[in-house]
């Protein structure tokens, strides 16, 4: 509706003072150097920004500069028809100049004293705001109130001598008082101008730096006007002068892009400010190049007017160039720059081997193409959560990221881009999709490099963990060679002496019943020496009875009340031998552990079957693991090929795992692809979750052959 009404308004006055000042007349003091250096350039700023917001502050822009026109225009018809002055209805007919020049100063400055929002912080402003419309009053004030025509003073005539019919004469005591509040706008000025003053220079700490380029660059104007004032038609001042005004749009478009001024929301304030920009460097160019031709036409003939223009021209062509290369790497980064890292990424990852330096080279290329303050890379955790400690930083990483992009690999989620607030601006949707690129095409770098690392951990695991086995069966070899030799080697050395006597001694016909039932007692002895030593590398139990029977063959001789929990399936169910036997060693592990160290009073194993796999958990209610092994305490280990052992929440280290049992039990877990999960109970306490998968075998008591009793 704006739009409708006060374009072609604008529009016609411009078209009327063009025609008649620059064609009609065509002299050389024209006049146009206002109309087309002063309004020109804040209409079209006025209905541009009509096309994109609606907010009051808009609204006054457009209005003021259209006024400016109407004004401009009611000066040209008035000087090109003076005798129009002795007609009676003249007085009501100037009532048009006077409101236009008035609404003008009234609109810009309520433009300028609530800039960026339209609205002020404190109750006195407010107020003063409301007063700032008082010059607007002139028209109708001194219609009734002076005795004679009270003319524009940009008109250059006098209305004193022209009587005014519509004067009231009981209200000429007024006129005085309207002469000097509103006929001269100075008391609105300077009280727009303090209220602009007081938010850019004592406000809060934002609203000053909202306002503070718009408070300076009306600071100029006002300088410029004054000297304009003192030194009227000295060009260097009109030069001055037509340049603030300039600026005015211009710092407009600073406030739409660092403060969201006239309601423009922050998705589009890139592409708004770099639409009014090149509209405003269009108008501020053709505006440059012609203002030496009008401000000098006085001066000039018309050739050096031709060169001086065409000169200016072709000078002012890069400048406008470098204008809108450097507002559009404001808006929206060094194109030629973020082009740059992409082609040089590649380069950077590929030489790049550990992952903290892919993630740190990665973090230092979107930094330097997005213009980030900080950026920092997170990976994802094994429980599908962020890191806390990021592997990849660029810049001091202060308050919480602006902006965000996951890294995907497939259907995988490796981690997190994350942006700190950008050094120039706001990022745009075109940054946004940039570094939806980049994190695409590094993600799979980062994977090659997490694969690459957890191959090596898991080489490195994988032989530590043989030369663990070999070790432990270099240990149970000797142990083996101890006990036979020491126990029933000699035992049997033993026998076989007794057995040489007693031949002797049945030869000489001396041997006794009593000496051969000695002997067969010390047979059996061995032989149950023997069955305790085969009861150690593999019980018979287990063998004969199952898993289930094994465990609760030992619960007698646990030192502490230990409780066995397995439903009727899975005591029935017989496993395949290497789940059963590793099963089974690891609980007598673990119960060792609880034993040794726990300090217990009260354990228990549990035995589940659940989706192909075989679930073990051997509870206590002890100390926990990082109080009850020295050096224990919160940590994930991860396991090569199986997945993460996690340690209890107690204590403050990392769970110990090159050596004893924890160290026995993964690498029996490891060999049949296993997971193992050490966490603390509540309130205290620690369970061991050992879960083995099954292979899809079915269960083997059918097929098994009775094994023989030793």
Not at 51 to 56: D, I, K, L, Q
Not at 107 to 135: C, D, K, N, Y
Not at 392 to 408: I, N, R, Y
């Amino acid at each position: 509706m704006c739009l409708a009404t006060l374009g072609p308004i604008g529009v016609a006055a411009l078209v009327y003072i063009v025609v008649v000042r620059g064609f009609v007349e065509g002299d050389a003091d024209h006049g146009l150097a206002w109309p087309l250096l002063g309004a020109l350039p804040l209409f079209v700023f006025g209905m541009w920004l009509l096309t994109v917001s609606a907010s009051r502050t808009a609204v006054l822009v457009a209005l003021a500069s259209t006024a400016m026109l109407v004004g401009s225009a009611y000066e040209t018809f008035v000087q090109r028809n003076i005798e129009i002055m002795v007609e009676p209805w003249f007085p009501l007919f100037n009532v048009i100049g006077l409101t236009a020049d008035a609404t003008a100063t009234s609109a810009l400055l309520i433009v300028f004293a609530t800039f960026p929002t339209g609205v002020v912080e404190h109750r006195w402003q407010r107020i003063s705001v409301a007063f700032l419309w008082t010059p607007v009053l002139v028209g109708p004030l001194t219609l009734l109130t002076t005795p004679h025509v009270v003319m524009s003073q940009y008109i250059g005539i006098s209305g004193d001598a022209i009587p005014n019919p519509f004067v009231v004469p009981w209200l000429e005591w007024a006129a005085p008082a309207v002469q000097y509040l509103v006929v001269q706008p100075w008391p609105a000025v300077v009280l727009g101008l303090v209220v602009l003053g007081s938010r850019a220079l004592f406000g809060e700490p934002e609203v000053r730096a909202r306002t503070r380029v718009m408070g300076l660059t009306v600071a100029v104007a006002m300088v410029a006007f004054v000297l304009w004032a003192l030194f009227p038609g000295y060009w260097p001042v009109g030069v001055f002068v037509y340049a603030s005004l300039l600026a005015l749009p211009v710092a407009a478009v600073h406030g739409i892009f660092r403060s969201g001024a006239f309601d423009i929301a922050p998705d589009d304030r890139g592409r708004m400010v770099a639409r009014s920009s090149n509209l405003l460097i269009t108008v501020v160019y053709a505006a440059g190049v012609a203002m030496p031709a009008i401000l000098l036409s006085g001066r000039l003939r018309v050739v050096p007017a031709v060169l001086i223009t065409t000169l200016v021209a072709v000078l002012l062509l890069p400048v406008r160039t470098w204008m809108q290369r450097w507002i559009h790497r404001a808006l929206f980064g060094d194109r030629e720059r973020q082009l740059t890292m992409l082609s040089d990424l590649g380069v950077q990852l590929e030489r790049a081997a550990e992952p903290r330096e892919v993630l740190t080279r990665l973090a230092e290329a979107v930094r330097d193409g997005l213009d980030a303050s900080w950026v920092r890379i997170r990976l994802v955790s094994s429980d599908g959560a962020l890191a806390a400690m990021p592997l990849g930083v660029a810049g001091d990483v202060v308050g919480e990221p602006v902006e965000s992009c996951d890294l995907l690999h497939g259907d995988e989620t490796l981690g997190c881009i994350e942006l700190g607030p950008r050094r120039r601006g706001e990022y745009t949707d075109a940054e946004r999709a940039l570094l939806r690129t980049v994190a695409g095409q590094a993600a799979a770098s980062v994977a090659n490099a997490l694969l690459t690392a957890q191959l090596a951990e898991q080489l490195d695991e994988l032989t530590a963990s043989r030369e663990r086995l070999v070790a432990v069966q270099d240990d149970e070899r000797r142990r083996l060679e101890r006990d036979l030799h020491d126990g029933i080697q000699q035992d049997v050395v033993a026998q076989i002496a007794g057995l040489r006597l007693a031949r002797n001694r049945l030869q000489r016909g001396e041997l006794t019943p009593a000496e051969l039932e000695e002997l067969q007692e010390q047979a059996r002895e061995t032989l149950t020496d023997l069955r305790e030593l085969a009861r150690g590398i593999h019980p018979p139990v287990l063998s004969d009875n199952g898993l289930v029977a094994a465990v609760e063959s030992g619960v007698a001789r646990f030192p502490i009340p230990l409780m066995v929990e397995a439903d009727e399936r899975v005591r029935a169910e017989r496993f395949p031998d290497d789940v059963e036997t590793t099963a089974y060693y690891v609980v007598r592990e673990a119960l060792a552990n609880t034993a040794k160290h726990a300090n217990a009073t009260h354990a228990s194993v549990g035995l589940a079957r659940s989706e192909g796999r075989l679930r073990i958990a051997i509870s206590d209610d002890g100390c926990g693991i990082g109080a009850g092994v020295p050096g224990a305490g919160a940590g994930v280990v991860p396991v090569p090929g199986v997945g993460p052992v996690r340690g209890s929440a107690a204590g403050a280290g990392s769970v110990p795992v090159s050596h004893g049992g924890l160290a026995n039990i993964r690498d029996r877990v490891a060999a049949l692809r296993g997971t193992v999960r050490v966490s603390p109970n509540e309130p205290s306490g620690t369970t061991v979750l050992v879960e083995l998968p099954l292979d899809g075998v079915a269960s083997a008591a059918s097929a098994r052959e009775e094994a023989p009793v030793g």
